[in-house]
Every structure is written in structure tokens, then in C-alpha cells.
């Protein structure tokens, strides 16, 4: 569980001044001392910002140096001088730290259709590029410097060992929480100083987004910008990893990911329960996964749990309407461990007992089984609480 | 807009003690005096309800004469039982009125997974049809019967003249609102006096309900028990309608299953606004109603309304990942009449008029264009506010 930053990266966090509380940091940079391959997971949406367009262009790479983001603004919607403006963010970060213009990704979030204020963008470079450091007084403030309404910040990391070389895979995010006026954002950048080639940055980043944080919602709402980046610098010395020594990577890659991950709805926007879904007996994982997000999607699911309600019938029926054939008489269904639906029918339980034990518990775990093969499916959501319309509905008033 | 019983039908709407507020009717019959053409739309969730598995066995037909529907229970995942109470519930309405046991269809809503009270039904159901009368002093009682939380009663009607006859449809449903610690429920039954053939009932009634009742939501949640029966009993007299007179009836229907489906989002549980989304410029109108139904379920776009905000960004980001392609650049968004975003670009806007014009209005009307063919969807929704949650979350408390 080891946090700390990889051999021959440095990082920092700063406020540039694009958030107004002067407290806050707006600003970090992921600076790695050698080329490092690197590849990136990006939204969905048609609909995406210029930095999600610029980092698409330059990855997967095996030279990047370097990783800025910012928080207050996230140059979506803004066309070509977005564009421009996400260039010139990447070109000041590289030049900061002796790179060259085309080895820096970017990263922004905050609100939408605004330009980026360049002039503190590119002091906050300057600034962030003069205090990298690669200890923990670092790595905290660039972990801040990405969030917006987010509550903590996100850390996680693990330390394995592979042939002989101790490798380090940490990882930093930012929440699907509501910034301004505008819309959720989850970016995360996990940096390793593994060796691994470029194909290989790309791979092992694709299965592990796909288990984690394509696995988890707060509201359903895809955002312009969300994006996932790995870097690896090799830094830890050795030939690129190969066959088990790479599955071993990919191994500690998934749980800072499910760290990451898991944190994410852990800390949505008026969030009181963290709903773990393990969906199985399934035809396939796509089937386990849609009946999940049905599921995890469906307010009265949320806030049946908000209320600490063990109420059955709303989750046996989401599954039923999630577009995926299921016999009923083949569905059971537990909630912390009690069982309230068996062989599609609701059983006697004590509704107290698990009444109490969602209330008690910041955790919730919904486990649906399926009678239909052997797929299964995890997936993390929120509940939904009076707070999160509060926050979303009434910054106005 | 005649909101009357049609020729030849005979309604009453009762108090069973299912409900236990005495002055709440939860139990009512719509009875025809002759074999009346039906059919049904039902359901489309993999676990539906007693009633409708009753129901879809015996639609379409020719020789309907009474529809009995109770609220306060649902009927639902209650097994072998369940069906047999169905049945019994159907054979003790026919049998009140004369009928045969097959002549009769069930409406259920409420809680789930309860037996249904037989015997207040059954007594229910005999002084239902001890008051049955065709004036309006009998209509809204039966409209009643059928409420669960809803705030108002739903009734619609039109009268046309078709070929010299004069032909009335009536309908009255129940909104998709929570009842109890339970799930949500959308019924209607629409009734007229037009002679129609059994395969032109049912073809008119899907088409009616495809864009209408299937273009609302107010959560997303699709239940159990949701249900629309058409009867048409040939009581305005002549041979069953064809072509052009046909293509009348239904234009009627259309709009009575358009008053019906409307009050539902505008009567969701904690509503403030009635959202009309229209969707315009899409390759089919599948792609329409797929980016109607995602905007619409986007809880940060009814929480945007909810807040009077003009939250351009929400609207254009929530289509863009429904899954349709489109080209972002010929996006065009306006918002009670106000263009926010055009070409795909946001466009300088009077922000506190259009808020203003959201705070003031219950109806907020969303007009989303593209650029990618002729097709069009309509679709209707409520916003999310802090008393939905209250509702449905906190009834424990």
C-alpha cells in the first residue's frame, strides 16, 4: 500500500489562481526525469474538450516528460483557440522542464465554455516547475492541485516486486463531482517507474480502466473531459516487462485503479453510502455489466439505500428492465450479507437487522445472482441524498 | 377536450380498506354493457405483476366487459398466489356484472411482494358495482380508485364526430409516482363508444402509446405492473372504423393518451417543472428518442432545471454520450425559446432572462437540433428535487 512517487519522477501542486480560495491548489505537474511510455483512456462523448483532443494525438508515446493539469476551468467547448490554448499549456509545461513541446499531456477540469486564463496558467507552470520535489510534501499538493468539489484528495499506490527490481505504481484522481456551474469530471493519472513499451502501456491500461473506472457513476453523466493516463519511465531499470513479470505489473496497476476508483463514488457530491454491485451468473460479462449499471443508475435504488431501506422490489426490477433476458425464478439477492430475494421470490428476513446495517455502515454491498452462466461483474456507485440536489440545483440561489 | 363517459359504459370508483385513509377511493371498475373490442401495452420489465401476465393472456379480444383496478397493492412477485388472486379478483368483477369470469381485465398498484386482501376486495368490488353510473359524479371517484401518491386525479377526453356518429374517448390513468416503502407505476384505461375491430384496437393502441405513455419518464424506473388498456364497445353505433374514419378515432386517441401521459411527469412525486424535450434533426427516430430519453434521465439536467439554471452544458454533454452518432459542430440548443448554443458553439444569452423564465414557469421546454436528417422525437420528464429524494428515501424516518 506503499504512496509515494516513483523513482525518477518529480511532482507539485500550486495555486495559480484559477480557483479563488487562495488555499486551494488549481495546478499540478507529473514530471518524469527520462522519456516514459505512455497512453491515455479517454470519454466517450462526442462531446469532448480540447485537452482530451490533444492527448488523444500524442498517445500512446514512448517519450512524454511531463503532465499538467489545472482545476477551475476545463477548456471544453471552446474551439479552435481551446485548442490552441491546450497547445500552449503542453508547450510552456515541456519547456518548463527542459522537454520538448510534443512530449507533455494535458489535463484540465472545471467549468465549460470559458477560455483558459493563460496568463496564470503559464505563472502556475513556472511556479509548479520550481518546487518539484519527489517526496510526500510533493505529492499531496499535485494530488490537490486536480480536484474541484471534491471532498479529499485521491492517492493510492503499491510497491511489488519483479525480478528482482522493486517497482512503485502510484496513482492520483479526481472525483465525478460538480464544479461551478458545470459538469462532473474523473481524471486520474497513475505514473510507474516500470519499464514497459509503449504497446504495452496501452494494454495493460485498457483491461485495467475497464474493471475500475468504467466500473463505477455517481449520476450517469458522462463527462467532456474524463480521461485515465499511465506513464512508465522504466526508471526501475531492466528490459521492458514480458509475460508473468507483466501480468505481475498489471496486477498492482488494477488495484491502484480500484483504489482510485472506488474512492470516486466514496466521495460523490453529497454521497452517505458507498454501493458496491457484485452482479454474477450471467450469460456473459456484458450482460452482468448493463444489468449493474441498470442498477447502480436507478434513483430509487439509491435512494432506497439512502433511506437504509431493504427494499428488494426496486432492485430485483431495475434488474428486470435493464434490456438483458434473465429467467426471474433465477434471481437471488443479498444485501450486506442477508438474503431478502431467493429463487425469484422475496424471502422472510429481518428487515431491522438490515435496516440497521445499512445505516451503520458507510458501505453497502448489493450482491445479484443470476441463473443464466458464469459471467460476473463489479461495479461502484453512490446513493442519492437530498445534498447532491442541494449542490447541483441551488448554486444559483 | 369533453371529459365524459362514453355510450354504453357504466363506472365507479370505491373505498376497499386497502388504503387505510377512508376518504381515498382504491378501488374502481370501468363496466361496457356490451362485448367490447381491447387490448394492452404492458410492461416491458423481465418481472412483471400478476395482473399483467393476466392481462396479456387475454388481449386482444372482442368480448371484454369489465376492467377492475385496485391501488394499495400490487400483486407482485407473489407467485402462483398472486395469479390465482388475479384471477379470482377478474371472475368476481365479471361475475358483479354479468359477465363471464374471461370477460374481465385486473389493474393492480402498490405495495409488492404482499398478498392481495381478497376479501376487501371482493367486498370492494360488490358495492363498486352496486354504484356503477355513467355521470361524472361517478367518473372521478373511479379515476381516484386507481391514485397512489399522485396529488391529482388524471382524466383526459375528446369527442369527434366520425361519419355522422358521435364518438367519445375517455381516459383516466395514475402516475409513475412511489407508494409505501414500493415501486412506481403508470396505469391508464382508455374507453370508447367507437366501434372498432379487435386488430384495430390493438394496432391504434400501439401507436398511441409508442409516442406518448413510451415518452415520459420521471426516474427512469420501469415497473412491474405499468399498463395501458384501450376498449372500444361499438356503442356510438355502425360498422367498425376503417381508412379515414379510422385515422380520425386515432387522432383522438392520440390526444387523450397526450393529455394522459403528459399530467404524469407534471404530477411526479416532488416535481417543480414539466420538461418537454424536442428532439429535431436525427437520422431516425430512434436516434431522437435515444438522445430524448438520455437528456431526460440526466439527473444533472433536471437538477439544472430544478435550479433555473440555463446549464447549456449539461443539455449538450448528456446527448453526446447517448450513443447516437451526430456531428457536435451542428448542435443547436434553445430553451424556452431562448437559443443558448448554436452550430455548436455556446452563444452570448440574457442568463438571468432565462433563468428567470425557468423559475416562473412549470413547464420548461428543451428544443435540441442537429444537423443529421429529418426525424424528430418528443418527450416529456420531470426535474429532481431534495422532496423526491425526501419522498423516496426517507419514509422510515
Not at 96 to 115: F, H, K, M, N, R
Amino acid at each position: 500500500m506503499a504512496i509515494c512517487v516513483p523513482k525518477g519522477y518529480r511532482v507539485a501542486g500550486v495555486h495559480t489562481g484559477v480557483k479563488r480560495d487562495a488555499r486551494k491548489q488549481d495546478l499540478a505537474l507529473v514530471v518524469s526525469d527520462r522519456d516514459a511510455a505512455a497512453a491515455g483512456v479517454y470519454t466517450q462523448n462526442l462531446v469532448y474538450a480540447a485537452p482530451v483532443a490533444l492527448d488523444r494525438e500524442r498517445t500512446p508515446s514512448d517519450r512524454i516528460r511531463v503532465v499538467v493539469a489545472n482545476s477551475g476551468n476545463a477548456n471544453a467547448c471552446t474551439g479552435q483557440r481551446g485548442l490552441e490554448d491546450a497547445r500552449t499549456m503542453a508547450r510552456l509545461a515541456a519547456e518548463a522542464v527542459g522537454a520538448e513541446p510534443d512530449q507533455a499531456l494535458v489535463l484540465s477540469t472545471g467549468i465549460i465554455g470559458a477560455y483558459l486564463p493563460m496568463d496564470r496558467i503559464g505563472s502556475g507552470i513556472a511556479s509548479a516547475a520550481a518546487m518539484l520535489g519527489s517526496d510526500e510534501q510533493s505529492l499531496v499538493p499535485a494530488a490537490r492541485g486536480m480536484l474541484t468539489t471534491d471532498t479529499v484528495h485521491k492517492l493510492a499506490g503499491r510497491t511489488v516486486t519483479i525480478g528482482g527490481r522493486q517497482i512503485q505504481v502510484t496513482g492520483m484522481a479526481k472525483g465525478a463531482a460538480m464544479m461551478g456551474p458545470n459538469m462532473a469530471t474523473m481524471l486520474a493519472v497513475i505514473f510507474s517507474d516500470a519499464p514497459l513499451d509503449k504497446l504495452s502501456v496501452d494494454r495493460s491500461l485498457k483491461a485495467a480502466v475497464r474493471d475500475t473506472f468504467n466500473c463505477i457513476s455517481v449520476d450517469g453523466h458522462m463527462s467532456t473531459n474524463d480521461t485515465v493516463l499511465l506513464l512508465a519511465n522504466g526508471a526501475a531499470g531492466g528490459e521492458p516487462l514480458q509475460g508473468d513479470d507483466l501480468a505481475m505489473f498489471d496486477g498492482a496497476l488494477e488495484e491502484v485503479c480500484v483504489d482510485l476508483a472506488k474512492s470516486i463514488p466514496a466521495d460523490g457530491e453529497g454521497a452517505s453510502h458507498l454501493i458496491t454491485l457484485k452482479i454474477s451468473g450471467c450469460a456473459d460479462r456484458a450482460a452482468a455489466l448493463q444489468i449493474a449499471k441498470t442498477v447502480a443508475n436507478s434513483p430509487l435504488v439509491k435512494t432506497a439505500i439512502t433511506g437504509a431501506d431493504p427494499n428488494w422490489g426496486r432492485i430485483v426490477s431495475a434488474a428486470g428492465y435493464a434490456g438483458v433476458p434473465f429467467d426471474p425464478a433465477g434471481v437471488t439477492l443479498h444485501v450486506n450479507g442477508f438474503m431478502l430475494y431467493q429463487a425469484g421470490a422475496p424471502v422472510d428476513f429481518d428487515a431491522k437487522a438490515v435496516s440497521d446495517s445499512i445505516r451503520q455502515n458507510r458501505d453497502t454491498l448489493i450482491q445479484l445472482a443470476f441463473g443464466e452462466g458464469p459471467a460476473a461483474a463489479r461495479f461502484w456507485t453512490t446513493d442519492l441524498t437530498t445534498e447532491y440536489v442541494r449542490l447541483n440545483a441551488d448554486y444559483h440561489t
